[in-house]
């Protein structure tokens, strides 16, 4: 493989140089084939747990829950861990846990793996950094959650990580019945240069980026959202929005629901045989004039295109519109201090009263890797992560993510409530082995289950229509080691233009700028890439 040194600019790209010195055997980062040649991906074996409350009315609905089952199963035989200490790093988007010689739960986990996990837990926004650190220290441990923006990824996880093709590919999986739950959009994610490498941190539609609505908020005001248009949307935020009591109709610029509304790709778009990119098309400038104009007519968070405190906001109430995933739901509830707080999802509709295509965001949260490990080691580290994927409705479910009845949780009913010891020993029921392996991530909001009727009708409206871009899985050498900066590029002129400091006529200039730095390189190499998929 050839990596010019002077083109390592440092971050990743420079650790990716450290990590893969003295690798002859790596995938030439030139071998479009070879970096996305396929692989038989594992078997998907659903796991038939409790039944959900809702139907599942769409291949792509997560279970819907209005309660945590009364009685869960315990689905593990033993310990995973064979006694040997288990090392990794993870990354957390909240305060990290107390270190397992002070945190009971650590200590407990420990205990039920077999094995004491000494885990290197790093702020998600630090993360990117950190990683790059621990591959040129080599000191990522057993266990690793992957950068997904880290330079040279596939020759990285040829070089670092246990090929996982021979324990996980078809039938194979089935020795981990919790990793076989995942069904086959999450493996494509895990597949570089014709093997799997990692495992999925899956999230499925959950993962989307929707508007999500303060209803308590609209009904105290009067005001009804229903199923909105970009000029019903407008009004009513410019209904609700009142600055002189600190009040905004948006945290941050619905690009999303406005997205779907106006029918736009989820970035790359097979058009005519060939891939087109959002930031090409007439559609994409009509965006940057709506977000231009909401700002304008102050109807977003005067600090909503700048800082990024979208959470704290609409939690407070200060804007009673956000743009946020679905899996963000339950931690606004969390949060939430008002007895009245109520989230509702409306569905984006288009001009002609359509449902608006809503963009689907990846399977995943993130990835996660095995150090090249002898055959032994590796199938323990399977089974340490299989315990990892148990899912909901199941005793090894509510010990990770509530840990222990009492000192960490109590129940309302069936459902638990983390204690002050539990928000803070637990890591707010997210403890960070989540980003090493994890279950299908479940429509669920404790003690809110008109939320999750919500959630569904939404969903089963927008699901049928709804698309995943189809690059997907797929991998460009050129945005490996340049997209970041294109990307960075084309944000900031979007926030100027967003703020008046720029024209809305820049915006065809730097789409220009924008191809001939990158983009056309890398809608070439995307484009190979989908000729090798095919249809698998």
């Given at each position: 493989m050839t990596i010019s040194r002077?083109?390592?600019?440092?971050?990743?790209?420079?650790?990716?140089?450290?990590?893969?010195?003295?690798?002859?055997?790596?995938?030439?980062?030139?071998?479009?084939?070879?970096?996305?040649?396929?692989?038989a991906l594992p078997t998907y074996k659903r796991f038939e747990g409790p039944q959900p409350d809702l139907p599942r009315s769409h291949p792509l609905m997560p279970d819907c829950f209005y309660k945590f089952p009364e009685?869960?199963?315990?689905?593990s035989d033993g310990a995973p861990g064979d006694g040997a200490d288990v090392t990794?790093?993870?990354?957390?988007?909240?305060?990290?846990?107390?270190?397992?010689?002070?945190?009971?739960?650590?200590?407990?986990?420990?205990?039920?793996?077999?094995?004491?996990?000494?885990?290197?837990?790093?702020?998600?926004?630090?993360?990117?950094?950190?990683?790059?650190?621990?591959v040129a220290g080599d000191t990522l441990g057993d266990l690793f959650n992957v950068d997904?923006?880290?330079?040279?990824?596939?020759?990285?996880?040829?070089?670092?990580?246990?090929?996982?093709?021979?324990?996980?590919?078809?039938?194979?999986?089935?020795?981990?019945?919790?990793?076989?739950?995942?069904?086959?959009?999450?493996?494509?994610?895990?597949?570089?240069?014709?093997?799997?490498?990692?495992?999925?941190?899956?999230?499925?539609?959950?993962?989307?980026?929707?508007?999500?609505?303060?209803?308590?908020?609209?009904?105290?005001?009067?005001?009804?959202?229903?199923?909105?248009?970009?000029d019903e949307l407008v009004k009513v935020a410019k209904a609700v929005t009142d600055g002189k009591k600190n009040r905004w109709g948006f945290a941050v610029p619905p690009t999303a629901s406005l997205s779907a509304?106006?029918?736009?790709?989820?970035?790359?778009?097979?058009?005519?045989?060939?891939?087109?990119?959002?930031?090409?098309?007439?559609?994409?400038?009509?965006?940057?004039?709506?977000?231009?104009?909401?700002?304008?007519?102050?109807?977003?968070?005067?600090?909503?295109?700048?800082?990024?405190?979208?959470?704290?906001?609409?939690?407070?109430?200060?804007?009673?519109?956000?743009q946020d995933s679905y899996s963000s739901i339950q931690s606004f509830y969390r949060r939430a201090t008002n007895k009245n707080f109520s989230i509702t999802i409306p569905v984006p509709r288009a001009s002609g009263g359509k449902v608006g295509r809503v963009l689907l965001g990846s399977p995943n949260n993130s990835i996660a890797a095995i150090r090249p490990s002898s055959p032994e080691r590796t199938k323990t580290l399977l089974r340490v992560l299989n315990w990892f994927a148990a899912p909901f409705g199941t005793e090894e479910y509510l010990f990770r993510k509530f840990g222990l009845p009492g000192r960490h949780y109590t129940l309302n009913g069936t459902d638990p409530q983390l204690t002050k010891d539990g928000g803070s020993e637990v890591c707010l029921g997210e403890f960070p082995v989540q980003y090493l392996a994890d279950g299908p991530y479940p429509a669920y909001f404790p003690g809110h289950p008109e939320a999750v009727d919500n959630l569904y009708n939404h969903l089963k409206a927008v699901l049928p229509t709804a698309i995943l871009s189809p690059t997907y899985g797929l991998y460009s050498p050129t945005q490996s080691t340049k997209g970041k900066v294109l990307d960075t590029r084309m944000d900031a002129l979007t926030k100027d233009i967003?703020?008046?400091?720029?024209?809305?006529?820049?915006?065809?200039?730097?789409?220009?700028?924008?191809?001939?730095?990158?983009?056309?390189?890398?809608?070439?190499?995307?484009?190979?890439?989908l000729a090798i998929k095919g249809d698998q």
């Amino acid at each position: 493989m050839t990596i010019s040194r002077r083109t390592l600019l440092g971050g990743s790209l420079a650790a990716a140089a450290v990590g893969l010195t003295g690798c002859s055997t790596v995938t030439r980062s030139t071998d479009i084939a070879a970096l996305n040649k396929p692989v038989a991906l594992p078997t998907y074996k659903r796991f038939e747990g409790p039944q959900p409350d809702l139907p599942r009315s769409h291949p792509l609905m997560p279970d819907c829950f209005y309660k945590f089952p009364e009685r869960p199963v315990k689905v593990s035989d033993g310990a995973p861990g064979d006694g040997a200490d288990v090392t990794g790093s993870a990354p957390t988007s909240n305060p990290i846990p107390p270190t397992a010689d002070r945190n009971p739960y650590w200590q407990e986990l420990n205990r039920r793996l077999g094995s004491s996990l000494g885990l290197n837990i790093t702020s998600a926004a630090d993360y990117p950094n950190k990683f790059a650190t621990a591959v040129a220290g080599d000191t990522l441990g057993d266990l690793f959650n992957v950068d997904g923006g880290f330079a040279y990824l596939p020759q990285f996880l040829e070089a670092r990580a246990q090929d996982l093709t021979e324990y996980l590919s078809g039938d194979a999986i089935l020795e981990y019945p919790f990793l076989a739950n995942a069904p086959a959009a999450s493996w494509r994610g895990c597949v570089f240069s014709g093997g799997i490498r990692a495992v999925p941190i899956q999230r499925g539609v959950m993962s989307s980026n929707t508007l999500l609505v303060r209803q308590d908020l609209l009904d105290q005001l009067g005001v009804e959202i229903g199923s909105p248009t970009v000029d019903e949307l407008v009004k009513v935020a410019k209904a609700v929005t009142d600055g002189k009591k600190n009040r905004w109709g948006f945290a941050v610029p619905p690009t999303a629901s406005l997205s779907a509304m106006l029918g736009l790709p989820n970035g790359w778009e097979v058009r005519d045989g060939k891939l087109v990119h959002s930031r090409e098309l007439p559609e994409h400038k009509e965006l940057l004039a709506i977000t231009r104009q909401m700002v304008k007519d102050g109807l977003i968070h005067p600090d909503g295109v700048a800082k990024a405190n979208q959470k704290v906001w609409f939690t407070q109430g200060s804007a009673v519109m956000t743009q946020d995933s679905y899996s963000s739901i339950q931690s606004f509830y969390r949060r939430a201090t008002n007895k009245n707080f109520s989230i509702t999802i409306p569905v984006p509709r288009a001009s002609g009263g359509k449902v608006g295509r809503v963009l689907l965001g990846s399977p995943n949260n993130s990835i996660a890797a095995i150090r090249p490990s002898s055959p032994e080691r590796t199938k323990t580290l399977l089974r340490v992560l299989n315990w990892f994927a148990a899912p909901f409705g199941t005793e090894e479910y509510l010990f990770r993510k509530f840990g222990l009845p009492g000192r960490h949780y109590t129940l309302n009913g069936t459902d638990p409530q983390l204690t002050k010891d539990g928000g803070s020993e637990v890591c707010l029921g997210e403890f960070p082995v989540q980003y090493l392996a994890d279950g299908p991530y479940p429509a669920y909001f404790p003690g809110h289950p008109e939320a999750v009727d919500n959630l569904y009708n939404h969903l089963k409206a927008v699901l049928p229509t709804a698309i995943l871009s189809p690059t997907y899985g797929l991998y460009s050498p050129t945005q490996s080691t340049k997209g970041k900066v294109l990307d960075t590029r084309m944000d900031a002129l979007t926030k100027d233009i967003q703020l008046g400091r720029a024209d809305l006529s820049a915006w065809d200039e730097a789409v220009t700028n924008y191809r001939k730095s990158g983009a056309d390189a890398i809608r070439n190499e995307l484009e190979q890439a989908l000729a090798i998929k095919g249809d698998q």
